[in-house]
């Protein structure tokens, strides 16, 4: 049963958020929309600035001792936000003990498909040499962290020990299910808004490619996976058939539908009952999988 919180988070998103999305037509607009300040910094851990494998981002550690190492790929369609702009998220997990490293890879449209891809891989290449990680990341950076996973399967690179994906975007052929069904339910995204930046972030590149869409791609030997999403969401059947094709290829998959939740819930930890759920079922899912005893964290890569 969703809280009282969360039908009110859904009407204001659809009505601050979905109208202006729908309306936008150039990068500017949309990076107007997803960079709108939104909720505070938590509190209880620092941030620094830092380079991993030559990407800048940030560091999000706890400050009461060291926490279990994550990369943390942030979304916003792929053409928008940063790591600054997610500290709502990245915070909220490092006060759940974990160290962070949240990449600002390169956006579309100035930087299209596979820019973001190769600077995951550079980071990952770095960060992993460290030692073991896990990695999360929502929406298109949670399409990022899957597609990561095959990468550093194919390039005989460490994988993390487990992964947690919020809504993440795994299919940018289909036009069924979901895409339909939720149409006019999602609170944030109408269609027309997901087409334009398909565009963005594609250029001339073959959605089919498993880089592009993963839940095309071979999951075969892929870590723990837990995907959270709104049952609202245009976006749920994308984690629904990610993760059936995850336990399909022997993957150990967790799947939670939440009701009533807009896009990108956890942001809105603070006020929002199913936001501290999200985040806490994730850090423990995380924490079940991680090497025993798990890798020190090391001097952090600058």
């Given at each position: 049963m969703a809280s009282l919180r969360a039908y009110i988070g859904a009407y204001m998103i659809r009505n601050r958020v979905r109208g202006p999305l729908a309306r936008a037509r150039d990068v500017a607009a949309f990076r107007r929309i997803?960079?709108?300040?939104?909720?505070?910094?938590?509190?209880?851990?620092?941030?620094?600035?830092?380079?991993?494998?030559?990407?800048?981002?940030?560091?999000?550690?706890?400050?009461?001792?060291?926490?279990?190492?994550?990369?943390?790929?942030?979304g916003g369609g792929f053409i928008a936000c940063s790591?600054?702009?997610?500290?709502?998220?990245?915070?909220?997990?490092?006060?759940?003990?974990?160290?962070?490293?949240?990449?600002?890879?390169?956006?579309?449209p100035e930087h299209p498909f596979p820019a973001a891809v190769e600077d995951a891989v550079a980071v990952w290449r770095a960060f992993?040499?460290?030692?073991?990680?896990?990695?999360?990341?929502?929406?298109?950076?949670?399409n990022l962290a899957l597609v990561l996973m095959g990468e550093a399967?194919?390039?005989?690179?460490?994988?993390?020990?487990?992964?947690?994906?919020?809504?993440?975007?795994?299919?940018?052929?289909?036009?069924?299910?979901?895409?339909?069904?939720?149409?006019?339910?999602?609170?944030?995204?109408?269609?027309?808004?997901?087409?334009?930046?398909?565009?963005?972030?594609?250029?001339?590149?073959?959605?089919a490619d498993p880089r592009i869409s993963p839940v095309h791609g071979d999951l075969t030997g892929f870590p723990p996976l837990l995907f959270h999403v709104g049952e609202r969401e245009v976006l749920r059947d994308d984690s629904v058939r990610m993760a059936e094709r995850a336990r399909a290829a022997g993957v150990e998959t967790s799947l939670k539908v939440f009701p009533v939740?807009?896009?990108?819930?956890?942001?809105?930890?603070?006020?929002?009952?199913?936001?501290?759920?999200?985040?806490d079922e994730a850090a423990a899912f995380l924490n079940a999988h991680a090497p025993t005893p798990h890798a020190p964290t090391g001097s952090p890569v600058r």
């Amino acid at each position: 049963m969703a809280s009282l919180r969360a039908y009110i988070g859904a009407y204001m998103i659809r009505n601050r958020v979905r109208g202006p999305l729908a309306r936008a037509r150039d990068v500017a607009a949309f990076r107007r929309i997803f960079e709108a300040p939104t909720f505070p910094d938590p509190k209880g851990v620092t941030y620094e600035a830092g380079i991993v494998g030559g990407v800048r981002g940030e560091w999000v550690r706890p400050k009461a001792g060291h926490g279990r190492r994550m990369l943390y790929i942030h979304g916003g369609g792929f053409i928008a936000c940063s790591s600054r702009t997610h500290r709502p998220v990245t915070g909220a997990l490092a006060n759940r003990g974990f160290t962070i490293f949240a990449p600002d890879y390169r956006l579309a449209p100035e930087h299209p498909f596979p820019a973001a891809v190769e600077d995951a891989v550079a980071v990952w290449r770095a960060f992993s040499a460290e030692g073991a990680a896990c990695v999360a990341g929502e929406s298109a950076g949670g399409n990022l962290a899957l597609v990561l996973m095959g990468e550093a399967r194919a390039l005989d690179l460490p994988m993390p020990w487990a992964a947690a994906l919020f809504s993440p975007a795994t299919d940018f052929i289909s036009e069924d299910g979901s895409r339909v069904t939720n149409a006019w339910r999602d609170a944030m995204f109408d269609p027309k808004a997901l087409t334009a930046i398909r565009s963005m972030y594609l250029g001339d590149a073959d959605p089919a490619d498993p880089r592009i869409s993963p839940v095309h791609g071979d999951l075969t030997g892929f870590p723990p996976l837990l995907f959270h999403v709104g049952e609202r969401e245009v976006l749920r059947d994308d984690s629904v058939r990610m993760a059936e094709r995850a336990r399909a290829a022997g993957v150990e998959t967790s799947l939670k539908v939440f009701p009533v939740v807009s896009h990108a819930w956890q942001f809105a930890a603070g006020m929002l009952p199913e936001a501290r759920a999200s985040l806490d079922e994730a850090a423990a899912f995380l924490n079940a999988h991680a090497p025993t005893p798990h890798a020190p964290t090391g001097s952090p890569v600058r």
